[in-house]
């Protein structure tokens, strides 16, 4: 057991009040471990006041529910901050986080930055909902897990691991995996919830197979510009959604999608399989996990720039390695 963890359960229980918060943009673990990690304490301290708050909003995930309305100002100055799968301070989606008394980090990203009193970082671990389910295992005599919490920290499992298929899953995932499942939730619905989609982002996906670029070592991109955005009717979110769709091509280890802000950023989502890309990433304004980066750049100058790197880095990759697909 990480050292922290128990400190973690000591501040949990010292407090009252309890802020609870991740990063913006969020995917399915950032809802999950935060909905996951409320819930578990809601139904262990129904005495305590445990708030979620967070300024932004994922449609694809809105199947999980919503978080609490924004409490005013001088509600942090009380409580106890926990901040959920978040590695640094700048991506916290509520930066009212400062506010609170003291502050917990949990997270599985590359410690890059220090922000908490307390922190359980580990960076092996395929997703912070894993992190959650270790912490409600380690404390099952304290903790009550329910059908609602397990869903929530299912999702975030399978989500934030590929289906359970990237490299940091371990024997340990699939052990607190089963122990989240027997409590009986309905795993039939999360993944309609998560497959299922429209006829417009179906259409978006053949046009993406159709426009793709790829290096000459072997880099699939996609440049989703403005334009492209209003004409198949795509939310931000929607448009970022294309980087999966370039996943499963034999050769292309590294795939980037590119997606124009209207603020004149360009964001970057950059994937990879065998080889680390989070240090490309983290030379543009980003970072992240070694095969599952972001990063931003500010023209399309820029953006040729990064793909020229990433295709420097393939070409290297391939030459100095074997086995790779
Ligand atoms: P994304 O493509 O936004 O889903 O990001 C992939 C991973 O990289 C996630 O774990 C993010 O938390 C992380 N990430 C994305 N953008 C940044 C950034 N600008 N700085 C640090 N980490 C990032």
């Keep these: 057991m990480h050292e922290n963890m128990k400190i973690i359960l000591e501040k949990i229980k010292e407090y009252d009040k309890i802020i609870i918060f991740r990063h913006f943009r969020p995917d399915g ?36 529910g919503g978080e609490d309305e924004l409490l005013p100002d001088e509600e942090y100055a009380d409580a106890l901050g926990i901040v959920l799968d978040t590695a640094t301070q700048k991506r916290i989606s509520n930066q009212k986080f400062s506010l609170c008394k003291e502050l917990v980090k949990i997270d599985h990203h590359i410690p890059v930055e220090s922000y908490a009193t307390y922190e359980w970082v580990e960076e092996h671990r395929s997703s912070t909902c894993e992190m959650v389910a270790a912490f409600y295992e380690a404390f099952q005599d304290e903790l009550k897990m329910s059908k609602e919490a397990a869903t929530y920290i299912y999702t975030g499992m399978v989500t934030d691991s ?33 497959y299922l989609e429209d006829v417009e982002s179906l259409r978006f ?19 989703v510009t403005k334009k492209m955005k209003k004409k198949f ?65 500010y023209s399309k100058a820029e953006a040729k720039a990064l793909l020229a790197e990433a295709d420097a880095l393939l070409r290297e990759y391939k030459e100095k390695n074997e086995g790779w697909l």
Aim: net charge neutral; proline share 1%.
């Design 162 to 194: 590929g289906r359970f298929r990237f490299r940091e899953v371990s024997g340990e995932t699939m052990r607190l995996a089963g122990l989240i499942l027997d409590q009986g939730i309905d795993t039939e619905n999360i993944y309609a919830n998560l």
């Design 233 to 297: 009717n795509l939310s931000n979110e929607d448009a970022s959604a294309c980087v999966s769709f370039m996943d499963s091509i034999k050769g292309s280890l590294i795939w980037i999608a590119f997606i124009e802000g209207d603020n004149g950023e360009i964001r970057v989502r950059l994937r990879s399989r065998f080889v680390t890309v989070s240090e490309l990433a983290e030379r543009y304004h980003g970072g992240g996990h070694a095969c599952a980066a972001g990063a931003t750049v």
């Design 29 to 64: 673990d950032a809802i999950g471990s935060t909905k996951g990690f409320a819930t578990l304490l809601r139904n262990t301290y129904p005495e305590k006041k445990i708030y979620l708050q967070n300024n932004d909003f994922s449609q694809y995930l809105a199947f999980l």
């Design 205 to 223: 996906e053949s046009y993406v197979h159709r426009k793709m670029k790829i290096s000459e070592s072997g880099v699939v991109s996609m440049f």
